[in-house]
């Protein structure tokens, strides 16, 4: 068995974001380790008095209660049982905080509020757009990833990287635009959301989409696209043709492309995104 003192810095460094990104927050080890004695035998080494157990006192023999008669006691009410929102009333709520809100910053504090998606409860914080408030250009991905859950900031990291050159090689910077996820929580261990959890957040990035009324979109992803296009097909089919989607009364167009992930994991991609990304950008000037 390979153990961690036989790892090279880079190997270990690439083993912890891995576990990171799978969920693992603590790490045990397989034998159990007496703290206690360690700490004693560090004070011991250092000429320090070592603790000693005070002895037990003995123990004195009971006295007999005197026998009474017990009494009949009222059988105890039953738990309650947990209840769980159901779909339709967590859709409903969101819509509500949703629409409620007249500005960004008042529809972040809204989702801030929510309870209604159960990945709130496992993510560290929520992903918000960033950037542009009232931008030409939004680019919308699918998640947060392990990344962007820790720095609180979308397309954090590698990906975040491989963004910024995507869009640099066609004359955008991360200020010019507003960047954001369908789903503003991370899933655990990156896993893609449920569709019950993509209905209650559908609302929340719909109202993003009204409130920073921008004249493009660009999708990222397999996710993503068939989300807002409201598809089942993959995003090699998605991807590469400009599309409208209609929110809140306005028509906007829409153009899919390969997520900056696709791209790491498989940088053959990058000859296809390159593509969309000139054919995204001979779009903006038309």
Request: hydrophobic share 45%; proline share 8%.
């Amino acid at each position: 068995m390979t153990t961690a003192s036989d790892l090279h810095p880079e190997q270990l460094r690439a083993l912890l974001h891995f576990y990171a990104d799978a969920g693992v927050d603590w790490l045990l080890e397989e034998d159990a380790v007496d703290r206690i004695a360690e700490f004693e035998a560090m004070r011991a080494a250092r000429g320090m008095p070592v603790r000693q157990e005070a002895a037990p006192e003995p123990q004195r023999p009971a006295r007999q209660a005197p026998q009474r008669q017990e009494q009949p006691r009222a059988a105890a009410p039953a738990p309650l049982p947990n209840v769980a929102i159901p779909d339709s009333q967590a859709v409903a709520e969101a819509e509500f905080a949703a629409s409620s809100a007249r500005s960004l910053e008042e529809l972040r504090t809204a989702m801030e509020a929510f309870n209604g998606c159960n990945l709130k409860t496992s993510a560290r914080c929520l992903v918000f757009a960033e950037g542009n408030a009232k931008p030409a250009v939004m680019v919308i991905g699918a998640m947060p990833n392990a990344d962007d859950d820790r720095d609180g900031q979308p397309f954090s990291g590698r990906q975040g990287a491989m963004l910024d050159r995507m869009l640099s090689g066609i004359g955008l910077a991360r200020a010019d635009i507003l960047l954001t996820n369908v789903v503003p929580w991370r899933p655990p261990g990156n896993r893609p959301p449920s569709q019950r959890e993509a209905d209650i957040c559908r609302p929340f990035i719909e109202r993003q989409i009204a409130l920073a009324e921008p004249n493009h979109l660009l999708v990222l992803g397999n996710f993503a696209a068939r989300f807002l296009f409201r598809s089942n097909d993959t995003i090699h089919q998605l991807r590469g043709e400009w599309r409208e989607i209609d929110v809140s009364g306005r028509t906007i167009p829409a153009f899919a492309t390969l997520h900056p992930q696709d791209l790491v994991t498989a940088p053959i991609s990058k000859r296809l995104a390159w593509q969309d990304l000139l054919a995204f950008r001979a779009g903006l000037k038309a």
